[in-house]
């Protein structure tokens, strides 16, 4: 069965990636030879594999149409009713929240003076407020559709009937509003464990987790799952019920908790996959990677759009390495286990970071050492209680604050400590399929080593990669390229000898109301366009004018890359600037 979900998931990657799925298949076929498995087995294996493709390519056949049809929209008014599913946060005079338009689920944005209050939690479960906005198209498959609104009238807002879920998200929301109302140290971190909200969490503390690789533990996964089972046994456990009685009320707790942190991917594969074991492993041989894959087709075929979500992604792959490769993780005690696992975790996604981000996100494993048994033993149960403690008996949630102020001190000293880490990075040029390839190629290889503990040969051809990924590149063509940088101005031009000269950085403009201080230019065009060409160094920067527009993104960039000359008109330049 296990080589049959495999052909399947084959099937479904050869669609996007066709070279890397047929050396997959080669593996999946070599490995049933040397098993000795029936030639009746790998026929249809073959079989699955093309059933695979076939049912994903029939699912992305409607996608060219509503691609097509985004360009088609109109930017016309429309009158809407919507009802708030979270609540809204408001930052820098612009709200954001989770809405439904009673059809589909959607991102409401809208303009809004921070002095005016919010309704509250009681308020968004019982009323649906009319809005004239426009919708706007995701920005990429994973996300939600965007409703902008120019104002939103909470006074306008009328009366309506709640369902059963939204009667889940008020639990949700009354505990969000309950911890705010306390201002804990730590508050986002809480948030994001308890209801899988990371709205709390500054933009530059979810930057510093992203550059140490430790981001995963803000959002629901199987760690976070395994806790709260652990927590569930505990209390059910003391009470004189039978044990079937105990695992019938967690597959109904199961779901509801699901629902109470919005069902990220992460947190469904997680739930999904307890369940499944709890439901069938009395009656089959079910083993984890079985019930894994199981999950996973089961997702993806509800919503082939969960292939675009790098939750899902990362999730799935890592928990497949670690699960095949839990005998050896078995073998050691747990601090040594922890960083093999680490190690294993960071060479398992090696593919999906080249195709992501152009780059090898090395940092996990050194900070993923420490922070993975402080939120496992600390943080995590810490953030269920109070969680717990917020929809029970909020008045005693004084309590738990001298103790969140000692936890996350410690969090943020460590996570200050390790953030020089995030200056050493290791670009990979962009290859296509063909680079897409080698390094799944090179992946199985390090794994391979692991899994035999040839920790030398690993070490060798793990130092030998990076050498040679970090300095290869494409063939220069001589090109320009006008630079994504929103309102501001900067070109990159290229010769075939690897040159390059850089006209302006672009920036924000220094007028205006809607200027966005957090907004990176850099770290979200610049750096990922020359990751991707291989560019790590500027020869020549001009800056035209002293603009923030024009030369606002310098110090940014520099962080980045080295530039080695800066060329600008030193009588019509503030200098000052260039500090």
């Given at each position: 069965?296990?080589?049959?979900?495999?052909?399947?998931?084959?099937?479904?990657?050869?669609?996007?990636?066709?070279?890397?799925?047929?050396?997959?298949?080669?593996?999946?076929?070599?490995?049933?030879?040397?098993?000795?498995?029936?030639?009746?087995?790998?026929?249809?294996?073959?079989?699955?594999?093309?059933?695979?493709?076939?049912?994903?390519?029939?699912?992305?056949?409607?996608?060219?149409?509503?691609?097509?049809?985004?360009?088609?929209?109109?930017?016309?008014?429309?009158?809407?009713?919507?009802?708030?599913?979270?609540?809204?946060?408001?930052?820098?005079?612009?709200?954001?929240?989770?809405?439904?338009?009673?059809?589909?689920?959607?991102?409401?944005?809208?303009?809004?003076?921070?002095?005016?209050?919010?309704?509250?939690?009681?308020?968004?479960?019982?009323?649906?407020?009319?809005?004239?906005?426009?919708?706007?198209?995701?920005?990429?498959?994973?996300?939600?559709?965007?409703?902008?609104?120019?104002?939103?009238?909470?006074?306008?807002?009328?009366?309506?009937?709640?369902?059963?879920?939204?009667?889940?998200?008020?639990?949700?929301?009354?505990?969000?509003?309950?911890?705010?109302?306390?201002?804990?140290?730590?508050?986002?971190?809480?948030?994001?464990?308890?209801?899988?909200?990371?709205?709390?969490?500054?933009?530059?503390?979810?930057?510093?987790?992203?550059?140490?690789?430790?981001?995963h533990l803000y959002a629901i996964s199987g760690t976070h799952v395994n806790i709260l089972i652990a927590f569930f046994?505990?209390?059910?456990?003391?009470?004189?019920?039978?044990?079937?009685?105990?695992?019938?009320?967690?597959?109904?707790?199961?779901?509801?908790?699901?629902?109470?942190?919005?069902?990220?991917?992460?947190?469904?594969?997680?739930?999904?996959?307890?369940?499944?074991?709890?439901?069938?492993?009395?009656?089959?041989?079910?083993?984890?990677?079985?019930?894994?894959?199981c999950v996973y087709i089961f997702m993806s075929f509800l919503n082939f759009q969960y292939h675009y979500h790098l939750?899902f992604i990362y999730s799935f792959l890592i928990s497949s390495v670690l699960i095949l490769m839990k005998d050896l993780?078995?073998?050691?005690?747990?601090?040594?286990?922890?960083?093999?696992?680490?190690?294993?975790?960071?060479?398992?996604?090696?593919?999906?970071?080249?195709?992501?981000?152009?780059?090898?996100?090395?940092?996990?494993?050194?900070?993923?050492?420490?922070?993975?048994?402080?939120?496992?033993?600390?943080?995590?149960?810490?953030?269920?209680?109070?969680?717990?403690?917020?929809?029970?008996?909020?008045?005693?949630?004084?309590?738990?604050?001298?103790?969140?102020?000692?936890?996350?001190?410690?969090?943020?000293?460590?996570?200050?400590?390790?953030?020089?880490?995030?200056?050493?990075?290791?670009?990979?040029?962009?290859?296509?399929?063909?680079?897409?390839?080698?390094?799944?190629?090179?992946?199985?290889?390090?794994?391979?080593?692991?899994?035999?503990?040839?920790?030398?040969?690993?070490?060798?051809?793990?130092?030998?990669?990076?050498?040679?990924?970090?300095?290869?590149?494409?063939?220069?063509?001589?090109?320009?390229?006008?630079?994504?940088?929103?309102?501001?101005?900067?070109?990159?031009?290229?010769?075939?000898?690897?040159?390059?000269?850089?006209?302006?950085?672009?920036?924000?403009?220094?007028?205006?109301?809607?200027?966005?201080?957090?907004?990176?230019?850099?770290?979200?065009?610049?750096?990922?366009?020359?990751?991707?060409?291989?560019?790590?160094?500027?020869?020549?920067?001009?800056?035209?004018?002293?603009?923030?527009?024009?030369?606002?993104?310098?110090?940014?960039?520099?962080?980045?890359?080295?530039?080695?000359?800066?060329?600008?008109?030193?009588?019509?330049?503030?200098?000052?600037?260039?500090?």
């Open positions: 069965m296990t080589y049959l979900l495999l052909c399947y998931i084959i099937g479904q990657i050869a669609y996007h990636h066709l070279m890397t799925a047929l050396f997959l298949l080669f593996i999946i076929l070599i490995t049933m030879y040397r098993k000795r498995k029936s030639k009746l087995l790998m026929v249809t294996s073959l079989l699955i594999v093309s059933i695979g493709f076939g049912i994903e390519k029939k699912q992305h056949a409607p996608l060219e149409h509503i691609q097509s049809s985004y360009t088609q929209q109109s930017n016309e008014e429309k009158n809407v009713l919507i009802h708030f599913s979270s609540l809204p946060s408001v930052k820098e005079g612009l709200l954001t929240a989770n809405i439904s338009d009673f059809n589909k689920q959607l991102v409401l944005k809208a303009p809004f003076k921070t002095k005016i209050n919010l309704p509250n939690a009681n308020f968004f479960l019982n009323h649906a407020c009319p809005v004239k906005g426009i919708y706007h198209d995701p920005q990429h498959l994973s996300q939600l559709e965007v409703l902008f609104v120019k104002k939103i009238d909470f006074n306008r807002c009328i009366r309506m009937q709640p369902k059963f879920k939204d009667y889940i998200m008020y639990a949700r929301n009354s505990l969000i509003e309950r911890i705010r109302a306390h201002h804990f140290i730590g508050q986002g971190e809480i948030l994001a464990i308890a209801t899988g909200s990371t709205d709390d969490m500054s933009s530059d503390k979810k930057s510093r987790a992203r550059g140490l690789g430790i981001s046994y505990m209390f059910t456990k003391r009470l004189p019920i039978p044990i079937y009685v105990i695992e019938s009320l967690l597959l109904l707790f199961l779901p509801l908790f699901l629902m109470f942190v919005n069902a990220s991917p992460s947190a469904q594969r997680a739930v999904l996959m307890t369940m499944l074991i709890l439901i069938l492993s009395k009656y089959f041989h079910f083993t984890s990677i079985q019930a894994l894959a939750g993780l078995n073998k050691y005690q747990f601090a040594y286990s922890l960083i093999l696992a680490s190690v294993i975790s960071i060479v398992a996604v090696l593919p999906i970071n080249y195709l992501q981000f152009n780059e090898i996100q090395w940092q996990g494993i050194i900070s993923n050492i420490i922070f993975i048994p402080l939120y496992s033993f600390v943080i995590i149960p810490f953030s269920f209680i109070v969680g717990l403690c917020a929809l029970i008996y909020p008045s005693l949630l004084f309590l738990f604050k001298p103790l969140s102020i000692i936890i996350f001190t410690i969090q943020n000293f460590i996570l200050k400590g390790l953030q020089p880490l995030t200056q050493y990075h290791f670009p990979i040029a962009d290859f296509g399929e063909v680079g897409f390839l080698m390094i799944t190629i090179v992946t199985f290889i390090l794994l391979y080593f692991l899994s035999n503990e040839k920790y030398l040969m690993f070490f060798l051809a793990a130092v030998s990669f990076l050498f040679i990924a970090t300095h290869l590149h494409p063939n220069y063509p001589n090109q320009m390229t006008i630079l994504d940088v929103g309102q501001g101005d900067a070109i990159l031009f290229q010769n075939k000898n690897g040159k390059t000269l850089l006209i302006d950085t672009g920036g924000v403009a220094e007028h205006g109301s809607m200027k966005k201080r957090n907004y990176n230019i850099t770290e979200k065009s610049t750096y990922p366009l020359f990751k991707k060409r291989g560019i790590h160094h500027v020869d020549y920067l001009i800056i035209t004018h002293d603009h923030s527009d024009h030369l606002g993104e310098l110090a940014q960039i520099s962080k980045y890359i080295k530039i080695k000359n800066i060329i600008i008109n030193p009588s019509h330049f503030n200098q000052e600037k260039l500090q």
